[in-house]
């Protein structure tokens, strides 16, 4: 691995829906054990460039590389098999299936070695202990926190070496939201490199390395998560607490 490539980098990359281009010439790089955060208003693109980045979006113009690697037309399945996780906005989980069953929808790539799969389930318990005594529930009965542990977790059970998250903390109460950061934290310690697209900014930037921010499209700042919470622009701009708290309070009543 050359110096200057990293897990996972876009260069340039223009894509979107229809004939409408919603991401345009972004280039972000997502380095090796960090968190890196995308921010901006609703309907920049920060969706849209995560799914590009995961191989759910074809790139119109550009490339997405790994390590390196021109992987820019390569399936979403053969990304998972590089070790590129994805968690979509939401908390996707099957609601009438267990929290088992759930998991091992996400090991699909493991093709049934049942010892691999075991032993990826301990894994995953490990970090979501609440998860291990409820591996026989149905996900649908658990609190939105638990499931978007579970969404998390079930992504966890290939081993991935990047997982992106789009929105994890969305609709989650403080306590979770709290969790859901730590847990993110955990894993880049234990050598993960996380990339996630979140709307609460200044809680967002807070626990990440880098920042990325988006605007109809493009990036239009990006840097060291910390400088970015103090750049006056981008407070101004984006970071608004009265939206945030507001989002809170809104959000309180759904633990
Ligand atoms: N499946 C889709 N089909 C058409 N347009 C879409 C689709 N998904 C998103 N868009 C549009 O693309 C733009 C960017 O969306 P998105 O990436 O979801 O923004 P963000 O995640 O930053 O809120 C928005 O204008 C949105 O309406
Ligand atoms: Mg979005």
Known sequence: MSSDSCPLELRDLTTGYGDVAVVRNASMRFPERLITTIIGSNGAGKSTVIKAAAGLLPAWKG????????????????????????????????????????????????????????????????????????????????????????AIARALMTSPRIIILDEPSLGLSPKFVDIVFEKLKTLRDEGLTVIMVEQKASRALGVSDLGYVMHLGKVVYSGRAAELIENENVKRLFLGQVPEELQALAEDADA
């Open 63 to 150: 490339a997405v590389l790994a390590d390196g690697v021109d992987i820019t037309g390569e399936a979403a399945w053969r990304r998972v098999g590089r070790g590129i996780g994805y968690v979509p906005q939401g908390r996707v989980v099957v609601p009438e299936m267990t929290v088992q069953d759930n998991l091992e929808i996400g090991a699909h790539i493991l093709k049934g070695d049942r010892a691999k799969i075991d032993a990826a389930t301990r894994r995953v318990t490990e970090l979501f202990p609440v998860l291990a005594q409820r591996l026989k529930q149905l996900a649908g009965t658990m609190s939105g926190g638990e499931q978007q542990m579970l």
